[in-house]
Each structure stands twice: as structure tokens, then as C-alpha cells.
């Protein structure tokens, strides 16, 4: 059957530009201060760079035909897991995890590029296998065990968020591939487990928790970067202190440009401003769904229901992070928080899920 190709979905098409367009003025305002002294340029320069090449990468991929991608699944899953390995060995380490890669003109972050990798690659063995995925040793138990590999992997960097980013995507594409119930209750019970194991295993994640449950009780150890986002967030009131004027930039809040720089979007921009980041991505969760939800194929409603995933996953659990919702996990905020292989690789996954969209009916 010859799929009819139409147009990409415009909406969100036009909320990835207006996140982008956030992140873009964000960065510059959260990390002018740290590099005023050198170059107040040098972040936003970086991330409008890394932007514009995203924008490339998007439209490539949005003129890619999807399903033209499946032959090369394998070797584009094989590129990313070696390079996972590679980043054990030659990483360079910041703050005590040994998460990128010295390319020389810039860094990459292999974990960031298996996000997107293993969306295509399970989004392409489930469309195959089918029913056989209700079967847990020969259908499931694979799978399963390649998670716990590249999970692994990852959280020997160390990078528990992302590796957990990771297999939540992962789980949400294998029900909805099909797997049995009384399995996601099994792998459910087993996952909170294996995470209470690895959080009671380093003592710096068991201190992440205490903080989390209680920051007031340690505010200048494991307490403070929770309070001072809370600070951030509680001065921004109803419309914000203005873009620029955050407090809390100002050497209070560690990580204000990248993992927490929803917490001084909400210190500038106020109650507003967060409002309209968390609507963009509840429009990107609908339009995304929807896509995954009318797609003539498997392959392609899987790749949807992954990209969209993956993106929204992220977002909620990094906000949740700077709201104080959840313990703190080094995640950025898609499109927003200052990364290169972050933004490009979430940039490439909105261009398949836009190439998605064009083969969609009903939009």
C-alpha cells in the first residue's frame, strides 16, 4: 500500500519554535552574569549555533520519509551504544560524572543520542515482532535486558536521570506494543527496586532524597540548590521580576543556565511565563499522541508515541526536579535548558515525528 504524504502538523511545528525561541532568550539571560566578566555572549552564542543547526537537522528529517529509516535502525543503535561504551573510557568528567565526549570544537553527550536511538530502534523491532511481545521470555525478556544494559551503562557515568528518562520511554512503547499487564506490574515492582537499590547504593543519591524530603533541614548542603529554586520561583510571583532581573542568578542558584533554568524563567517571567512553557509541552504531548494515533503504520505510530514521550517525559520530570516535585536528577529542559547534543537531538526527533505527521490522517 502506497501511504498518500500531505502536509506537516503546523502546530507543532509552531510551539518547537517558540520553545526554542525561549530557550534561546533564557540562556542568554541566565548565564550573562556568570560570563560578564569574559564573554556574556558565549552560552547564547553556543545555543543559537547548536539551534540553527538543529533547524537544519529538523528539516532534513522532516523531509526524510520515516519508514525509510528502518534498514539503517541497527547500525544507528550500534553507533550509539558504542559510543556509550566510549564515553566510559575517553569522557570528560565535570562535577564528578564522565558523561561527554572532547570532540575538540565542541562536546557531545552519548546519552543524549541513545535517547533518540532507542526510540527508533524498539519502535522497529516491536513493529515486527507483534503479538509475540505478550510472551515474556522470548518476546519481552530481550528487550528488558537490552534496557538494563544501556541503563547500565549510563548510570555508570553517573546519570541516573537520564538513564531513567530513558527507560520510561522505553516501558511506554512496550505496553503500548502490547505487553501484558500482570508484566508491567512485574517490571514496575522490580524498576521501583533496582532504583531504591541504586539510590541507597552512593551515599551522594541517599543525600539527594533527605534533601528533597526535607531541604529546610539541610540548607547549605543537601537542601540548598532545592531552596534557592524555590526562592527563584516564589519571588517570580504572578508576571515575574522581569526578563534579566533574576536574584538568583547571582551566584545563589547552581546549574541556572542548564538543569535549572526553569527556575529563573519563573523568577522573571513569573507565574505566566511557566504557564505558557508547560502549555507548549501539554500541546506538544497532544499533537505528538494524536500523530501516533492516526498513523496509517506501526513502525510510524510507535515512533510517535516514543518521540513525544521522550520529550514530554523529560520536560515533566525536569520541572518537577526545580518545583520540588521530585528529587533532584542532572535533566535538562527540552529546547530550553543550554546543551548542544540535547537541543539537537530533540530537534531531529519534532523533525521524524513532523515527517510522521505528513502520512497522519484526520489532523
Not at 544501556?150 to 528518562?165: F, H, N, Q
Not at 526535607?214 to 519571588?235: F, K, R, V
Not at 542532572?330 to 530533540?346: A, H, N, T, V
Request: glycine fraction near 10%; include cysteine; aromatic fraction near 12%.
Amino acid at each position: 500500500m502506497r501511504l498518500k504524504k500531505g502536509t506537516p502538523d503546523l502546530l507543532l511545528f509552531f510551539v518547537t519554535m517558540v520553545l526554542l525561541a525561549i530557550g534561546i532568550v533564557m540562556v542568554f539571560s541566565a548565564s550573562y552574569y556568570d560570563t560578564l566578566e569574559n564573554d556574556p555572549y558565549f552560552y547564547v552564542r553556543k545555543q543559537l549555533t547548536w539551534g540553527l543547526i538543529g533547524l537544519v537537522a529538523m528539516f532534513v528529517m522532516m523531509k526524510i520519509d520515516y519508514f525509510r529509516l528502518k534498514p539503517y535502525v541497527n547500525i544507528i543503535f550500534a553507533m550509539s551504544f558504542l559510543l556509550l561504551i566510549l564515553v566510559l573510557i575517553i569522557g570528560e568528567e565535570h562535577h564528578g560524572s564522565t558523561r561527554w565526549i572532547d570532540l575538540g570544537f565542541t562536546n557531545v553527550q552519548p546519552s543524549e543520542i541513545m535517547k533518540l536511538c532507542m526510540v527508533l530502534f524498539l519502535a522497529s523491532k516491536l513493529s515486527q515482532i507483534g503479538p509475540r511481545i505478550k510472551n515474556f521470555s522470548s518476546g519481552l525478556a530481550p528487550y528488558l535486558l537490552l534496557l538494563c544494559v544501556v541503563g547500565g551503562l549510563i548510570m555508570k557515568e553517573p546519570d541516573l536521570g537520564t538513564a531513567l528518562s530513558i527507560v520510561g520511554t522505553a516501558v511506554v512503547l512496550l505496553i503500548v506494543a502490547g505487553m501484558r499487564l500482570k508484566h508491567f506490574a512485574f517490571l514496575g515492582v522490580a524498576g521501583m527496586g533496582a532504583v531504591a537499590a541504586l539510590i541507597y547504593q552512593e551515599t551522594y543519591r541517599l543525600k539527594r532524597i533527605t534533601g528533597w524530603w526535607d531541604p529546610w533541614a539541610y540548607p547549605s548542603t543537601e537542601g540548598y540548590q532545592a531552596i534557592n529554586s524555590l526562592y527563584a520561583l516564589g519571588s517570580g510571583g504572578f508576571f515575574g521580576m522581569g526578563l534579566g532581573n533574576s536574584r538568583q542568578k547571582l551566584d545563589f542558584l547552581p546549574e541556572q543556565h542548564t538543569d535549572f533554568i526553569f527556575a529563573i524563567l519563573g523568577e522573571e517571567l513569573g507565574f505566566v511565563g511557566c504557564f505558557l512553557v508547560i502549555l507548549l509541552f501539554f500541546l506538544i504531548a497532544w499533537r505528538g499522541y494524536r500523530i501516533a494515533l492516526t498513523c496509517p503504520d506501526v513502525f510510524g505510530s510507535l515512533l510517535a508515541t516514543g518521540i513525544t514521550t521522550m520529550i514530554v517525559l523529560q520536560a515533566f520530570m525536569n520541572m518537577g526536579v526545580v518545583t520540588g516535585l521530585l528529587p533532584i536528577t542532572g535533566i535538562s529542559l527540552p529546547f530550553i535548558s543550554y546543551g548542544g547534543s540535547s537541543l539537537l537531538f530533540s530537534m531531529l526527533g519534532v523533525g521524524i515525528l513532523l515527517n510522521v505527521s505528513r502520512y497522519s490522517n484526520n489532523l
